[in-house]
């Protein structure tokens, strides 16, 4: 147990930035209840992490959170009277963008203090924090065959091969029915090639059905491939069928353990981890704690010549000026705002969506009033680091340092794209309680608060309520962080691979029509 540092505050709340209108709950308190530090009285019973009226606000005056608006008041709100989505409006209003006005060099640290950790060295150069054979399906039509390849190497078969974490089936739900060219089929190209060529992948198998639109040939012409001996391909119309398509990609498979069981860990430098940043099941506690603290972890990583890749585009809309503002250079902060605007402007327009400013109702008992409240949490895992580029979904990612990447904000179709472009980490911070795996890369799971972390201790691995609980600071956060990257990097597993999480979670985004 960590021992108290920090009293965040008597009252059980905290006010986050001098210039904000509101406090912050850090635990239940009753109607009528007096904060002697704020000299206000609650009218009515607040909720861990809801918002509190720091004194009378005024119809139509923004609401400030961490200094930022994350809202408009529909009414007069009077000192004490708790905020919810109910009182705070999501409103469209005009934001300062100064390109590149924060942007910083990264400091590098010292030779002398580079940090460690013990990875499969691949051919060519890149460093695997798994060692997994992949059975991929072209298409929808050939999911089954790659799963049931998958499912006859049992742990009982693989206690000969030490050095492999496992074999893994990447089926999806598309592959055929859709637009035979342009960015839907390009996207489903760059996933699959990603997957296929990616550091915790030893070898792999293809398995197509024949006639599908997203044909093997295709593919492998598209992401140069070519079949060897750590790649192979399989068609179940060529192959005789379902049941020889099986046996056949089970012998190919049997194969391939050999060769990939000689590849063993080795001292790797952290400039050869790649994390991708979720989180999913957001509270009012991810900007407190979690966000922030990954955040750090992120500076420190980037520090040490790695990478990390923020993503999730609607959910940085309304503070996407404080990431522009951190660009390298003008060309990667008019990318960025070229994504933005896509998704504002074509993508959602005349759908309910997030972007448009309502959250999920998870995310609305969790205490966020709206996109903009969420998006301030969610930007915050970037860190302070200068943003250096933007990709589109499942691109191969080759900057060092942050960067963006464009995604949903749907959490398994956001990983699928970071993990195709080169993500060998994945960190995932909830408030909620988000259950998530995401094979061949491992999914660290960092919870806001204590009580999710007591509550589903068997889905989380670190305790970020230490920062509520006034047991940690977020500097502290980070270093535990960056330090079990290190471990998960080298070896240890994370809950979700103990709990064999990531079967399922392949989620190639669908972007087009399906006809």
């Known amino acids: ?26 635990g239940n308190m009753n109607s009528g209840q007096y904060l002697k530090n704020y000299d206000l009285t609650l009218d009515s019973p607040i909720l861990s992490g809801q918002k509190i009226a720091k004194f009378d606000i005024e119809e139509n005056e923004p609401i ?22 109910a009182n705070v409006v999501f409103k469209e209003f005009s ?45 929808n039509c050939s999911a089954t065959v790659v799963h049931e390849i998958s499912s006859y190497f049992t742990d009982e078969k693989l206690k000969h091969y030490p050095n492999i974490d496992g074999v893994a089936a990447f089926s999806h739900s598309t592959g055929c029915g859709m637009e035979l ?50 790649l192979k391909t399989l068609v179940m119309q060529d192959n005789g069928g379902t049941t020889a398509t099986i046996k056949a990609g089970i012998k190919c498979v049997e194969e391939m353990l050999e060769k990939a069981n000689k590849f063993e860990r080795s001292e790797a430098l952290l400039s050869s981890l790649m994390v991708g940043l979720q989180c999913g099941g957001s509270d009012a506690f991810s900007s407190l704690s979690a966000n922030p603290a990954l955040g750090k972890a992120v500076d420190i990583l980037v ?25 390298v250079n003008t060309n990667v902060a008019e990318k960025l705002m070229d994504r933005v605007n896509w998704w504002k402007d074509v993508y959602s327009v005349g759908r309910d969506v997030q972007i448009n400013g309502t959250v999920s109702p998870g995310n609305q008992k969790g205490g966020l009033a709206n996109i903009l409240e969420k998006s301030l949490g969610s930007a915050m895992k970037g860190g302070t680091s200068g943003l250096m580029e933007v990709y589109n979904y499942a ?8 960067v963006f990447m464009d995604t949903p904000g749907f959490d398994p179709v956001s990983a699928t794209g970071q993990i195709a472009g080169g993500a060998n980490l994945v960190a995932f911070t ?67 691979e103990i709990l064999n999480l990531g079967r399922h979670e392949f989620a190639p985004w669908q972007i087009g029509i399906t006809g």
């Open 1 to 26: 147990m960590y021992k108290k540092k920090i009293d965040n505050s008597s009252d059980k709340s905290i006010l986050l930035n001098p210039d904000d209108n509101i406090i912050i709950a850090l």
């Open 64 to 85: 400030l959170k961490y200094g930022t608006i994350i809202g408009f008041s529909n009414s007069k709100l009077f000192k004490g009277q708790v905020l919810t989505n």
């Open 95 to 139: 934001r300062d963008h100064n390109y590149c006005s924060k942007y910083h060099p990264t400091r590098y640290v010292n030779s002398s203090s580079e940090k460690t950790f013990r990875g499969y060295k691949r051919n060519d150069g890149r460093v695997g924090t798994r060692n997994f054979i992949a059975i991929v399906s072209t298409v």
């Open 181 to 230: 060219s342009g960015e839907p089929m390009n996207l489903l190209h760059r996933t699959l090639g990603g997957y296929i060529n990616h550091p915790n992948v030893a070898s792999t198998l293809v398995v197509g059905l024949g006639c599908e639109r997203c044909q093997v040939g295709g593919l492998f012409q598209n992401q140069g491939l070519f079949e060897n001996d750590n």
């Open 303 to 327: 520090s040490h010549g790695g990478t990390a890749i923020l993503s999730e585009t609607p959910e940085i809309y309304g503070v996407e000026h404080t990431l522009t503002a951190r660009a």
């Open 395 to 402: 691109e191969k990612v080759e900057k060092k340092g942050l």
């Open 430 to 496: 909830t408030g909620r309680g988000s259950c998530f795996g995401a094979k061949p890369t491992p999914s660290i799971k960092l919870a806001t608060n204590s009580d999710l972390f007591n509550k589903m201790n068997e889905d989380m691995d670190i305790n970020c309520g230490a920062v509520i609980d006034g047991y940690k600071n977020i500097e502290q956060m980070g270093e535990e962080i960056l330090q079990y990257f290190i471990s998960c990097a080298s070896g240890k597993q994370t809950k979700s």
